[in-house]
């Protein structure tokens, strides 16, 4: 009976998080790559396809991680283009779940495990995270499920408790790259902590069950995985960089989300908390748990785990947006992301424990700080997600797709913004220069990829290009030294350039 209460709020937090695509279905920069390979597995008899090529001048084997493609490979192309905005939330929903089941579990109190699914809702990392089609959220679920059981087997050593997380941690390896890496780091730090082989060793048979039962298509999942980090070894000073004119997008006009990563990397230890205001109260927690042990409700050695478990990637997340070098592993904030199911339960036990001494003065707080990260929420969907026209197949593109597809052929193209080409690929007949995994990042993509290192005619002479497809707002003719006469096509800043 205490777990139908656990199916209210997640289905709130799902409302809250896919509202933003009623405004703007076709949100999103990643969501046209998974779309694209769905697709080829669908269209493969639901099997990993060989050679990508269809649309990508850079051709390359696939080699994503197989389960969340293979799922949705299921419904129809017209079905997934129609709900691809609500399978984030849907997953994270199903986290939502799994937070009040914890919270029960440790302390077997309704009243903790609602708050704990009430403070997740509102952490604005989460919301924004599930504001497209991707596979984050059914990785976190996973790294979720992987990582509290292995912990409880830590302090009970219940067979089942490792059993779980064995399957889930495999099911890491299968799903998503991120939180596959996330899961290792720590794995690795709580092996030191516990003096114990158990972590790793659980974590490295899982991705030799992962290897096994894909037929060996893991290793090329995980040499993808490496080869994306190690491009961005090499081209870190440009991680960030506008791709004409070379300067970091904070410190241009044109780019809002690169003046927040700015600003993340600033002011990380404050900004951090700003992101995720709940992360207060957990350190609070965590001081309490570690100094006055007997004003906790329900002491249980689980929370010390649980608060390192915290700690652990609020202060990984600092070094890796402190030092730029280290962008290549990861965007600092995300990894606050891996702590936001600890950071709910404690939270929601210390308000609970206040509650009894502190009835008024727990509950204004407990409303402010759910009301200011409400509003940070909506606030920035309204301004990042339904007003966007940088990261969204609008009206104009739509129309330039529309012209691209009744040329004759296959038109060459090469796309300025970078980040339109899989969109493009999607939703036109044209030929696109974008890799097609991650092999294809090194070789001549380099002269055009992070930053524009040759001239376009040169590019195009090389690949053999038909027209360049670009949008005005993030760089100019004049910038690209082109002739504004050689537009062929226009729809507001949209322009179809032959070159």
Not at 175 to 180: C, G, K, L, P, V
Not at 307 to 328: M, N, T
Request: with cysteine; charged share 15%; proline share 4%.
């Amino acid at each position: 009976m205490p777990y139908l209460y656990a199916i209210i709020i997640p289905l709130l937090s799902f409302l809250l998080q896919a509202f933003p695509r009623i405004f703007n279905k076709h949100f999103g920069v990643d969501v046209w790559t998974r779309l694209i390979e769905i697709d080829l597995v669908r269209k493969n008899n639901h099997k990993i396809p060989g050679i990508m090529k269809n649309g990508f001048i850079i051709e390359g084997k696939f080699d994503y991680p197989p389960v969340f493609p293979f799922i949705f490979s299921f419904l129809s192309k017209k079905t997934l283009e129609v709900i691809q905005g609500f399978v984030s939330p849907f997953f994270d929903s199903l986290h939502c779940i799994v937070v009040f089941i914890i919270a029960y579990q440790i302390t077997n109190n309704i009243t903790i495990g609602l708050m704990a699914q009430l403070i997740y809702m509102t952490i604005p990392l989460i919301a924004l995270e599930n504001s497209y089609l991707t596979a984050r959220s059914l990785g976190y679920l996973n790294f979720t499920l992987a990582f509290y059981p292995l912990i409880l087997y830590s302090i009970s050593p219940l067979p089942s408790y490792l059993l779980f997380a064995f399957i889930s941690t495999t099911l890491i390896f299968l799903t998503h790259r991120f939180a596959t890496q996330s899961l290792l780091f720590i794995v690795i730090f709580f092996s030191i902590i516990d003096k114990s082989f158990l972590y790793i060793f659980l974590f490295l048979l899982s991705g030799l069950t992962a290897i096994i039962i894909t037929k060996g298509y893991y290793l090329r999942v995980l040499q993808g995985h490496w080869l994306n980090i190690y491009f961005w070894i090499v081209n870190y000073k440009n991680r960030f960089a506008h791709q004409i004119t070379k300067s970091s997008l904070s410190e241009g006009r044109r780019d809002f989300v690169g003046r927040i990563y700015y600003i993340l990397g600033k002011f990380s230890p404050i900004t951090l908390i700003g992101l995720n205001s709940w992360l207060l109260v957990s350190f609070l927690f965590i001081y309490l748990n570690f100094t006055h042990p007997n004003l906790i409700y329900l002491q249980n050695s689980l929370y010390g785990k649980l608060s390192l478990w915290i700690i652990f990637f609020y202060i990984f997340a600092i070094i890796i947006l402190s030092v730029k070098r280290l962008l290549p592993i990861g965007e600092g904030q995300r990894y606050l992301e891996m702590a936001t199911v600890p950071v709910s339960i404690t939270s929601s036990i210390l308000f609970f424990s206040f509650l009894q001494t502190q009835k008024n003065i727990s509950i204004l707080l407990f409303i402010s700080i759910f009301a200011i990260n409400l509003l940070l929420i909506l606030i920035v969907q309204i301004k990042l997600i339904i007003n966007d026209k940088t990261r969204s197949k609008t009206e104009d593109m739509q129309k330039i797709f529309s012209y691209i597809n009744k040329l004759s052929g296959n038109p060459r193209i090469m796309c300025i913004p970078h980040q339109i080409t899989t969109m493009t690929i999607y939703n036109s007949k044209a030929h696109v220069l974008v890799n097609a995994n991650n092999v294809g990042l090194f070789g001549n993509m380099i002269d055009f990829f992070p930053v524009l290192k040759r001239s376009i005619k040169e590019i195009a002479k090389e690949f053999n290009l038909d027209y360049l497809l670009l949008r005005e707002s993030y760089a100019t003719v004049k910038e690209l030294r082109l002739q504004k006469k050689k537009v062929v096509f226009q729809s507001g800043d949209i322009l179809l350039i032959k070159l």
